[in-house]
């Protein structure tokens, strides 16, 4: 999904993305979506170049399934909204069951920052359609394949308190502090403007490191890394 990121204030909609990028981790949310930071690497913009035809907005059916790109979608109750990538309508037996489909690229996650997304697009969809959306799609550009996401108690819960957690974030405008997790930050876009590891140090344990530095006969100039 693509969406500008329009300000997030107290009382403007979340962008569905910020969703995603909340579970993979709420400092990296806070400095895209807050801070209005951002910096490309390779997994960005294979993510950009896969959402080239998703983005461009289209409607046609097929076999009895009606399906829309590029799709405008919003919740008033939750207060997030965001551009699905895709929403087939299935034939139901009361009318058209929306089920989306989120173009993403690599493979399926250990973390469940994309069904977070993906779940929210359901939630924005039954409220605009007043039909029930039981499940959705992930479609991953390594695996070539549709992963089925149920739209479950569990999941649903794990949505709802992630927009709480950006809502509290964007209304404090306060940056959440930084935790390094290698698994995580590595692949991070943002690790050189968000510096995880030099972050996370308090100024306490960096005096002393300075001190021991002269102590020892250094200069205490020694950059942290």
Not at 189 to 212: E, G, Q
């Amino acid at each position: 999904m693509a969406e500008a990121n329009a300000g997030e204030g107290e009382g403007d909609p979340i962008p569905l993305s910020a969703l995603q990028h909340a579970v993979f981790c709420l400092r990296q949310a806070a400095l895209i979506h807050l801070e209005r930071m951002w910096s490309e690497n390779r997994f960005t913009a294979e993510g950009q170049v896969l959402h080239l035809n998703a983005d461009k907005a289209s409607s046609r059916k097929a076999r009895g399934v009606r399906r829309e790109t590029a799709l405008a979608i919003s919740s008033r109750r939750l207060g997030i909204s965001g551009v699905a990538d895709l929403v087939e309508f299935h034939p139901g037996d009361d009318g058209e069951v929306p089920f989306p489909v989120e173009f993403k690229r690599g493979k399926p996650k250990l973390h469940r920052a994309d069904e977070v997304q993906l779940c929210a697009q359901g939630l924005c969809l039954e409220e605009m359609t007043g039909v029930a959306v039981p499940e959705g799609a992930l479609f991953y550009a390594e695996t070539k394949r549709r992963s089925t996401v149920p739209f479950d108690a569990d999941l649903r819960a794990l949505t709802e308190a992630t927009i709480g957690e950006l809502r509290a974030i964007f209304a404090s405008l306060e940056t959440p502090s930084a935790i390094y997790r290698a698994n995580r930050c590595r692949a991070c876009s943002l690790i050189d403007l968000c510096r995880p590891k030099a972050s996370a140090r308090s100024a306490a344990s960096w005096r002393s490191r300075m001190v021991k530095d002269v102590l020892a006969g250094g200069d205490g100039a020694g950059e942290e890394t």
